[in-house]
């Protein structure tokens, strides 16, 4: 009877390392199927990673080009500032050399006009003088 019992024994022991490879086969596919989702999610965010990656340098690039039209133009927008600064200063000059010319002549006018009358009061003075005219 001991025999029988060894061999209950045995087969129950049996039963329970084949539960437990069973189980541990289960557990092994089903850490299989988690590994294999896991690296695929893995191979997902990777992708994910090169495309932020190559947004963000081509972002970058156009930072740079950007910065150089803005650099480009920063530097037409001085020269034409220049230009046009030289353009006002030579125009406020003509201005001056002209509106000084206009008050050079504007001063000989009237100092031609107060010669000519002085000329035509000593004129009128003579005329009175002269024999023959007419008294008022």
Known sequence: ????????????RIGQLVQLVQRMQSDRSSLQARITSLEQERNAVREQLVREHSTQQ???EQVRHHAAQMEVLR?????TEAGLREEA???????DTVRQSLQ??????QRLRSAALAAQQRIDAVLIRLPGAPQE
């Open 1 to 12: 009877m001991a025999m029988l019992q060894d061999l209950d024994s045995l087969s129950a």
């Open 89 to 95: 200063a030579r125009c406020r000059s003509d201005y």
């Open 104 to 109: 050079a002549s504007q001063d000989e006018t």
């Open 75 to 79: 530097k037409q927008a001085e020269l």
């Open 58 to 60: 081509e972002a970058a």
